[in-house]
T-cell receptor
Framework: GNSVTQMEGPVTLSEEAFLTINCTYT??????LFWYVQYPGEGLQLLLKATKADDKGSNKGFEATYRKETTSFHLEKGSVQVSDSAVYFCALCSNDYKLSFGAGTTVTVRA | DSGVTQTPKHLITATGQRVTLRCSPRSGDLSVYWYQQSLDQGLQFLIQYYNGEERAKGNILERFSAQQFPDLHSELNLSSLELGDSALYFC?????????????FGPGTRLTVL
């Protein structure tokens, strides 16, 4: 079946630091890959997505590249802000329509 | 604001009871998905409807059921509630039912079973 493994948190960074959250997946076929973000007390928001190999998704300074050869979709941001503090979920969607999520990584950015 | 609305925002009830959670998808979206988020199991897909018909089922208990109405809103019914059913329940919607579609999530309903 489909599964997503992402690095465990929590991750604590200082403002302007570089952020990487690793995500690898197992799936049949050619899944679409997503990063969702959940701010405290809120629902999930789509951060970015990629629907085929070598696609790069980007939004709000975050980037992730769909790497089929390594089955990975690592999230990166060059300079984080306090407002980036949230829980980040890597997810995939394959032919079975449902999103399969990773466990989530809690990121805290200190001023 | 994703455009997906869920009511109620919070629900507190007792074991053995039955509750109904309601979801209105974004305007124009035909697919509705239900997810459960709990501390021990993370985010789990429960069920999907597309244009009124059940399309996919995940880890949904037999005590739980859902439906999508002609106006495309959906309801998730949880019965014979147990303490372990306490969780955040999210509804999401998408335009169609393709794997490439973005699913837009509502703010969730927090269910507490005492």
């Amino acid at each position: 079946g489909n599964s997503v493994t992402q690095m465990e948190g929590p991750v604590t960074l200082s403002e302007e630091a570089f952020l990487t959250i690793n995500c690898t997946y197992t799936a049949t076929g050619y899944p679409s890959l997503f990063w969702y973000v959940q701010y405290p007390g809120e629902g999930l928001q789509l951060l970015l997505k990629a629907t085929k190999a070598d696609d790069k998704g980007s939004n709000k300074g975050f980037e992730a590249t769909y790497r089929k050869e390594t089955t990975s979709f690592h999230l990166e941001k060059g300079s984080v802000q306090v407002s980036d503090s949230a829980v980040y979920f890597c997810a995939l969607c394959s032919n079975d329509y449902k999103l399969s999520f990773g466990a989530g990584t809690t990121v805290t950015v200190r001023a | 604001d994703s455009g997906v609305t869920q009511t109620p925002k919070h629900l507190i009830t007792a074991t053995g009871q039955r509750v109904t959670l309601r979801c209105s998808p974004r305007s124009g979206d035909l697919s509705v998905y239900w997810y459960q988020q709990s501390l021990d199991q993370g985010l789990q897909f429960l069920i999907q409807y597309y244009n009124g018909e059940e399309r996919a089922k995940g880890n949904i208990l037999e005590r739980f059921s859902a439906q999508q109405f002609p106006d495309l809103h959906s309801e998730l019914n949880l019965s014979s509630l147990e303490l372990g059913d306490s969780a955040l329940y999210f509804c999401a919607s998408s335009v169609q039912d393709l794997g490439t579609d973005t699913q837009y999530f509502g703010p969730g309903t927090r269910l507490t079973v005492l």
